[in-house]
């Protein structure tokens, strides 16, 4: 079973930030949380990770707790083509082997 | 750079029937996995290989689904028999040396309608 929460839809004006929302209550001290998203009828891209600092690359940014139980992903300047099932993951087992177990993720709309 | 190709795109089969999947994945990428996305779910693990070896399998229906990936390059994903929950996208995916699932590049995947 995923080991995430997130909320099943959230919407977003255009040009807005989004802050897509995730629970992970029960990570352990040396797993990663990941984000993916998946565009209609395409496979998952991957996003962003991090452990426990807050992380920024050109697509996003990530926000996870101090205590390390949620973390937020902020798309800066949402446009239509952010809409998306945006999936939250903490990665179980080893650096090796680790595999990513998605759950349901959260559907984005961005609205003009 | 080349993405991970995946044939075919589409296929219709009856129940009962045999069906398999190829997967080219990103040259230079050691770890390949499978995964089967129900609508509406998402994606599964099926199968994660190492080169050559298997990973991880424990997701894998093995009384009817079996992987092999050759050479540890290209990889088939084969059902036989097919039954009709086995309707969804099965997604291959490839990672490069290293830290494997840090950043997994998907295939197009191969939507697959069992009727």
């Excluded at chain 1, 352990?28 to 991957?46: A, D, F, L, M, T």
């Excluded at chain 1, 690359?57 to 083509?81: F, Q, V, Y």
């Excluded at chain 1, 990665?91 to 082997?97: E, K, L, M, P, Q």
Aim: include cysteine; proline fraction near 6%; charge should be positive.
């Amino acid at each position: 079973d995923a080991k995430t929460t997130q909320p099943p839809s959230m919407d977003c004006a255009e040009g807005r930030a989004a802050n897509l929302p995730c629970n992970h209550s029960t990570i352990s001290g040396n797993e990663y949380v990941y984000w993916y998203r998946q565009i209609h009828s395409q496979g998952p891209q991957y996003i962003i990770h991090g452990l426990k600092n807050n992380e920024t690359n050109e697509m996003a940014s990530l926000i996870i707790t101090e205590d390390r139980k949620s973390s937020t992903l902020i798309l800066p300047h949402a446009t239509l083509r952010d809409t998306a099932v945006y999936y939250c993951i903490v990665r179980v087992g080893s650096s090796n082997t680790g595999k990513l177990i998605f759950g349901q993720g959260t559907t984005l709309q961005v609205k003009p | 750079e080349a993405g991970v190709a995946q044939s075919p795109r589409y296929k219709i089969i009856e129940k009962r029937q045999s069906v398999a999947f190829w997967c080219n994945p990103i040259s230079g990428h050691a770890t390949l996995y499978w995964y089967q996305q129900i609508l509406g779910q998402g994606p599964k693990l099926l199968i994660q290989f190492q080169n050559n070896g298997v990973v991880d399998d424990s997701q894998l229906p093995k009384d009817r689904f079996s992987a092999e990936r050759l050479k540890g390059v290209d990889s088939t994903l084969k059902i036989q028999p097919a039954k009709l929950e086995d309707s969804a996208v099965y997604l291959c995916a490839s990672s490069p040396p290293g830290l494997a699932g840090q950043e997994q590049y998907f295939g197009p995947g191969t939507r697959l309608t069992v009727t």
